[in-house]
Protein backbone atom coordinates (compact mmCIF):
# COMPACT_ATOMS: atom_id res chain seq x y z
CA UNK A 1 0.00 0.00 0.00
CA UNK A 2 1.35 3.60 -1.14
CA UNK A 3 1.88 6.04 2.25
CA UNK A 4 1.67 9.43 0.95
CA UNK A 5 3.14 12.02 3.28
CA UNK A 6 0.76 14.52 4.89
CA UNK A 7 1.99 17.46 3.44
CA UNK A 8 3.04 17.55 -0.28
CA UNK A 9 3.45 19.80 -3.18
CA UNK A 10 1.15 18.10 -6.34
CA UNK A 11 1.55 19.50 -9.97
CA UNK A 12 -1.28 19.18 -11.60
CA UNK A 13 -2.40 19.33 -14.90
CA UNK A 14 -6.13 20.77 -15.26
CA UNK A 15 -8.23 20.29 -18.34
CA UNK A 16 -9.92 22.53 -20.22
CA UNK A 17 -13.33 22.81 -18.14
CA UNK A 18 -13.26 22.41 -14.58
CA UNK A 19 -12.84 25.79 -12.91
CA UNK A 20 -9.38 25.93 -10.17
CA UNK A 21 -11.83 25.31 -7.02
CA UNK A 22 -13.58 21.58 -8.79
CA UNK A 23 -9.54 20.89 -8.94
CA UNK A 24 -9.16 21.30 -5.49
CA UNK A 25 -12.37 19.46 -4.75
CA UNK A 26 -11.40 16.89 -6.47
CA UNK A 27 -8.10 16.72 -4.55
CA UNK A 28 -9.43 16.63 -1.45
CA UNK A 29 -12.12 13.46 -2.15
CA UNK A 30 -8.67 11.54 -3.91
CA UNK A 31 -6.91 12.23 -0.66
CA UNK A 32 -9.71 12.52 1.78
CA UNK A 33 -8.04 15.68 3.27
CA UNK A 34 -9.86 18.99 3.26
CA UNK A 35 -6.87 21.00 4.08
CA UNK A 36 -5.85 21.81 0.24
CA UNK A 37 -5.30 25.49 -1.90
CA UNK A 38 -3.47 26.27 -5.47
CA UNK A 39 -1.05 28.64 -6.00
CA UNK A 40 -2.80 30.81 -8.49
CA UNK A 41 -6.33 30.12 -10.91
CA UNK A 42 -6.97 29.33 -14.11
CA UNK A 43 -9.90 30.42 -16.02
CA UNK A 44 -12.35 27.45 -16.59
CA UNK A 45 -11.74 27.01 -20.27
CA UNK A 46 -7.51 27.06 -19.84
CA UNK A 47 -5.73 23.99 -19.15
CA UNK A 48 -2.05 23.93 -17.81
CA UNK A 49 -0.23 23.43 -14.51
CA UNK A 50 -1.91 24.19 -11.21
CA UNK A 51 0.04 23.73 -7.93
CA UNK A 52 -2.05 22.17 -5.14
CA UNK A 53 -0.59 22.71 -1.64
CA UNK A 54 -1.82 20.30 0.45
CA UNK A 55 -1.92 19.65 4.16
CA UNK A 56 0.43 22.00 6.24
CA UNK A 57 2.55 22.76 2.85
CA UNK A 58 -0.18 24.98 2.38
CA UNK A 59 1.51 27.10 4.45
CA UNK A 60 4.52 27.73 1.67
CA UNK A 61 1.76 28.71 -0.92
CA UNK A 62 2.29 32.72 -0.66
CA UNK A 63 6.48 31.98 -1.59
CA UNK A 64 4.89 29.78 -4.91
CA UNK A 65 2.08 32.05 -5.93
CA UNK A 66 4.52 34.88 -6.60
CA UNK A 67 6.87 33.18 -9.14
CA UNK A 68 6.56 33.98 -12.67
CA UNK A 69 4.40 32.05 -15.20
CA UNK A 70 4.63 30.73 -18.63
CA UNK A 71 2.00 30.48 -21.17
CA UNK A 72 1.02 29.31 -24.67
CA UNK A 73 -1.84 30.77 -26.17
CA UNK A 74 -4.10 31.82 -29.14
CA UNK A 75 -5.50 35.02 -29.73
CA UNK A 76 -8.14 35.32 -32.65
CA UNK A 77 -8.07 38.66 -33.82
CA UNK A 78 -10.94 40.97 -35.97
CA UNK A 79 -13.35 39.90 -32.68
CA UNK A 80 -14.08 41.04 -29.29
CA UNK A 81 -15.72 40.07 -26.52
CA UNK A 82 -16.90 41.25 -23.12
CA UNK A 83 -15.41 38.34 -21.17
CA UNK A 84 -12.28 39.12 -23.39
CA UNK A 85 -12.01 35.13 -24.13
CA UNK A 86 -13.91 32.60 -26.33
CA UNK A 87 -16.87 32.19 -24.17
CA UNK A 88 -18.23 35.72 -23.76
CA UNK A 89 -20.64 37.21 -25.91
CA UNK A 90 -19.45 39.00 -29.26
CA UNK A 91 -18.98 42.68 -29.30
CA UNK A 92 -17.55 43.48 -32.19
CA UNK A 93 -15.84 42.14 -35.61
CA UNK A 94 -13.66 44.82 -36.67
CA UNK A 95 -12.27 44.31 -40.16
CA UNK A 96 -8.89 43.69 -41.39
CA UNK A 97 -7.48 41.47 -39.31
CA UNK A 98 -6.58 38.72 -41.76
CA UNK A 99 -4.67 41.02 -44.13
CA UNK A 100 -2.03 42.17 -41.81
CA UNK A 101 1.59 41.49 -42.15
CA UNK A 102 3.88 39.81 -40.06
CA UNK A 103 5.95 42.40 -39.38
CA UNK A 104 3.12 44.73 -38.10
CA UNK A 105 2.25 42.04 -35.71
CA UNK A 106 5.84 41.59 -34.35
CA UNK A 107 6.04 45.25 -33.67
CA UNK A 108 2.78 45.18 -32.24
CA UNK A 109 3.96 41.99 -29.68
CA UNK A 110 7.14 44.04 -29.07
CA UNK A 111 5.20 47.23 -27.28
CA UNK A 112 3.99 44.89 -24.26
CA UNK A 113 7.78 43.71 -23.58
CA UNK A 114 8.76 44.64 -20.36
CA UNK A 115 7.00 46.52 -17.46
CA UNK A 116 3.82 47.73 -18.46
CA UNK A 117 0.47 49.02 -17.95
CA UNK A 118 -2.65 46.64 -17.99
CA UNK A 119 -6.35 47.01 -16.96
CA UNK A 120 -7.57 43.76 -15.40
CA UNK A 121 -10.25 42.17 -17.11
CA UNK A 122 -14.03 43.12 -15.82
CA UNK A 123 -14.95 39.44 -15.64
CA UNK A 124 -12.06 38.38 -13.20
CA UNK A 125 -11.14 37.36 -10.08
CA UNK A 126 -9.98 40.08 -8.82
CA UNK A 127 -11.87 41.78 -5.61
CA UNK A 128 -13.85 45.50 -5.86
CA UNK A 129 -14.95 45.79 -2.23
CA UNK A 130 -14.84 42.54 -1.17
CA UNK A 131 -16.59 40.76 -3.96
CA UNK A 132 -15.40 39.36 -7.02
CA UNK A 133 -15.24 41.14 -10.53
CA UNK A 134 -16.58 38.38 -12.47
CA UNK A 135 -20.10 38.64 -9.86
CA UNK A 136 -20.30 41.98 -10.65
CA UNK A 137 -19.84 42.28 -14.17
CA UNK A 138 -22.56 39.13 -14.40
CA UNK A 139 -24.91 41.47 -12.72
CA UNK A 140 -24.43 43.93 -15.40
CA UNK A 141 -22.14 46.31 -13.48
CA UNK A 142 -19.04 48.21 -14.97
CA UNK A 143 -16.26 49.48 -12.51
CA UNK A 144 -13.41 51.75 -14.27
CA UNK A 145 -10.46 49.39 -13.06
CA UNK A 146 -7.39 51.18 -12.03
CA UNK A 147 -4.26 49.42 -14.21
CA UNK A 148 -1.23 47.94 -12.48
CA UNK A 149 2.03 47.36 -13.60
CA UNK A 150 2.96 43.81 -14.82
CA UNK A 151 5.50 42.61 -16.49
CA UNK A 152 5.72 40.65 -19.80
CA UNK A 153 9.68 38.96 -20.06
CA UNK A 154 9.22 37.62 -23.12
CA UNK A 155 6.26 37.19 -26.32
CA UNK A 156 6.85 35.26 -29.09
CA UNK A 157 5.13 34.51 -31.83
CA UNK A 158 4.93 30.71 -32.34
CA UNK A 159 3.09 30.62 -35.84
CA UNK A 160 0.13 32.71 -37.24
CA UNK A 161 -2.76 31.51 -39.49
CA UNK A 162 -5.11 35.01 -39.75
CA UNK A 163 -6.91 35.78 -38.13
CA UNK A 164 -5.30 33.46 -35.43
CA UNK A 165 -1.95 33.82 -33.46
CA UNK A 166 -0.60 31.49 -31.59
CA UNK A 167 2.22 33.10 -28.62
CA UNK A 168 4.15 32.24 -25.95
CA UNK A 169 4.08 34.62 -23.30
CA UNK A 170 6.62 34.49 -20.18
CA UNK A 171 5.68 37.07 -17.22
CA UNK A 172 4.92 38.36 -13.99
CA UNK A 173 2.69 36.60 -11.34
CA UNK A 174 -0.95 38.72 -11.67
CA UNK A 175 -0.71 39.55 -15.86
CA UNK A 176 -3.72 38.77 -17.30
CA UNK A 177 -3.28 36.68 -20.75
CA UNK A 178 -6.80 38.02 -22.06
CA UNK A 179 -6.07 41.60 -21.00
CA UNK A 180 -2.94 41.18 -23.02
CA UNK A 181 -4.85 39.53 -25.85
CA UNK A 182 -7.27 42.70 -25.84
CA UNK A 183 -4.32 45.26 -25.59
CA UNK A 184 -2.85 43.11 -28.56
CA UNK A 185 -5.92 43.54 -30.97
CA UNK A 186 -6.59 47.58 -30.35
CA UNK A 187 -2.97 48.40 -30.81
CA UNK A 188 -3.25 46.50 -34.58
CA UNK A 189 -6.49 48.23 -34.79
CA UNK A 190 -8.66 44.82 -35.50
CA UNK A 191 -9.97 43.89 -31.89
CA UNK A 192 -9.10 40.93 -30.36
CA UNK A 193 -9.95 38.25 -27.59
CA UNK A 194 -8.06 34.64 -26.42
CA UNK A 195 -8.94 31.96 -28.18
CA UNK A 196 -7.28 29.15 -26.27
CA UNK A 197 -5.11 29.25 -23.27
CA UNK A 198 -2.39 26.66 -21.48
CA UNK A 199 -0.40 27.45 -18.66
CA UNK A 200 3.23 25.21 -19.05
CA UNK A 201 5.07 26.67 -16.10
CA UNK A 202 5.64 27.97 -12.78
CA UNK A 203 8.78 29.00 -12.50
CA UNK A 204 10.98 26.09 -12.48
CA UNK A 205 7.65 23.61 -12.71
CA UNK A 206 6.36 22.27 -16.19
CA UNK A 207 3.25 20.51 -16.87
CA UNK A 208 5.73 17.92 -18.62
CA UNK A 209 6.09 16.68 -15.07
CA UNK A 210 2.20 17.30 -13.54
CA UNK A 211 -0.41 14.35 -12.64
CA UNK A 212 -3.46 14.79 -15.00
CA UNK A 213 -6.60 15.05 -13.68
CA UNK A 214 -7.55 11.59 -14.41
CA UNK A 215 -5.08 9.61 -12.27
CA UNK A 216 -5.90 11.74 -9.10
CA UNK A 217 -7.38 8.15 -7.97
CA UNK A 218 -3.90 6.37 -8.41
CA UNK A 219 -1.78 7.10 -5.17
CA UNK A 220 1.37 5.98 -6.96
CA UNK A 221 0.98 8.36 -9.32
CA UNK A 222 0.04 11.05 -7.26
CA UNK A 223 2.96 9.59 -4.93
CA UNK A 224 5.62 10.30 -7.83
CA UNK A 225 4.41 13.24 -8.92
CA UNK A 226 4.30 14.94 -5.31
CA UNK A 227 7.10 16.92 -3.99
CA UNK A 228 8.23 17.88 -0.20
CA UNK A 229 7.48 21.97 0.85
CA UNK A 230 11.19 21.80 1.29
CA UNK A 231 11.91 20.39 -3.10
CA UNK A 232 9.05 23.01 -3.81
CA UNK A 233 10.49 25.91 -2.14
CA UNK A 234 13.80 24.86 -4.44
CA UNK A 235 14.12 28.57 -5.60
CA UNK A 236 14.54 30.04 -2.33
CA UNK A 237 17.53 30.56 -0.62
CA UNK A 238 18.02 27.92 2.37
CA UNK A 239 20.36 27.33 5.33
CA UNK A 240 20.83 23.70 7.44
CA UNK A 241 20.03 24.29 10.71
CA UNK A 242 21.41 22.33 14.08
CA UNK A 243 19.11 20.52 16.35
CA UNK A 244 19.31 23.54 18.78
CA UNK A 245 18.44 25.90 16.59
CA UNK A 246 15.41 23.26 15.76
CA UNK A 247 14.32 24.06 19.84
CA UNK A 248 14.50 27.66 19.30
CA UNK A 249 12.01 28.11 15.92
CA UNK A 250 9.70 25.85 17.93
CA UNK A 251 9.72 28.24 20.66
CA UNK A 252 9.28 31.24 18.18
CA UNK A 253 12.74 32.77 18.88
CA UNK A 254 15.12 33.73 16.24
CA UNK A 255 18.58 32.19 15.54
CA UNK A 256 21.87 33.01 14.43
CA UNK A 257 23.41 32.29 11.52
CA UNK A 258 27.06 33.00 9.57
CA UNK A 259 25.37 33.74 6.96
CA UNK A 260 28.72 33.99 5.04
CA UNK A 261 28.92 30.70 5.46
CA UNK A 262 25.84 29.19 4.61
CA UNK A 263 25.76 28.22 0.58
CA UNK A 264 25.68 30.53 -2.52
CA UNK A 265 22.07 29.82 -2.32
CA UNK A 266 21.82 32.73 -0.05
CA UNK A 267 23.38 35.47 -1.94
CA UNK A 268 21.41 34.58 -4.91
CA UNK A 269 17.93 34.43 -3.33
CA UNK A 270 15.12 37.01 -4.58
CA UNK A 271 13.76 38.07 -1.75
CA UNK A 272 14.37 38.35 1.98
CA UNK A 273 12.65 34.84 3.50
CA UNK A 274 15.53 31.92 3.82
CA UNK A 275 13.88 28.08 4.01
CA UNK A 276 15.75 26.70 6.79
CA UNK A 277 16.10 22.99 7.27
CA UNK A 278 17.14 19.63 9.13
CA UNK A 279 17.98 16.52 8.00
CA UNK A 280 16.36 17.08 4.25
CA UNK A 281 12.77 18.27 6.08
CA UNK A 282 11.37 21.96 6.27
CA UNK A 283 12.23 23.20 10.00
CA UNK A 284 11.12 27.06 9.25
CA UNK A 285 10.51 30.35 7.08
CA UNK A 286 12.84 33.01 8.81
CA UNK A 287 13.67 36.58 7.54
CA UNK A 288 16.64 38.49 8.54
CA UNK A 289 16.57 41.28 10.61
CA UNK A 290 18.79 42.48 13.08
CA UNK A 291 21.54 39.80 11.88
CA UNK A 292 19.47 37.19 13.14
CA UNK A 293 17.27 35.09 11.41
CA UNK A 294 13.53 35.10 12.39
CA UNK A 295 11.26 32.95 12.06
CA UNK A 296 7.81 34.00 9.86
CA UNK A 297 6.62 30.50 9.60
CA UNK A 298 7.61 27.45 11.72
CA UNK A 299 6.93 23.91 10.77
CA UNK A 300 8.59 21.89 13.19
CA UNK A 301 7.80 21.89 16.72
Given at each position: M?????????????????????????????????????????????????????????????Y????????????????????????????????????????????????????????????????V?????????????????????????????????????????????????R?????????L?????????????????????????????????????????????????S??????????????????????????????????????????????????????L????VF??
Amino acid sequence: MIALPADIVLPLDKPSGPTSHDMVARIRRALGTRRVGHTGTLDPFASGLLLLCVGRATRVAEYLSALDKTYEATVRLGRTTDTLDREGRVTSEPEGSTTLRRDEILDALELFTGYIEQVPPQYSAKKVEGEAMHRRARRGEHVELEPRSVRIHEVTLLSMDLPLLDLRVRCSSGTYIRSLARDVGEVLGVGAHLAELRRTAIGAFHVAHAISADALGDLAQVAAAALSPLAALGHMPSVEVGDEAVERLGQGRPIAVDLAHSGSAWTRGPGPAVVLARAGEIVAIAEARGGLLHPRKVFHR
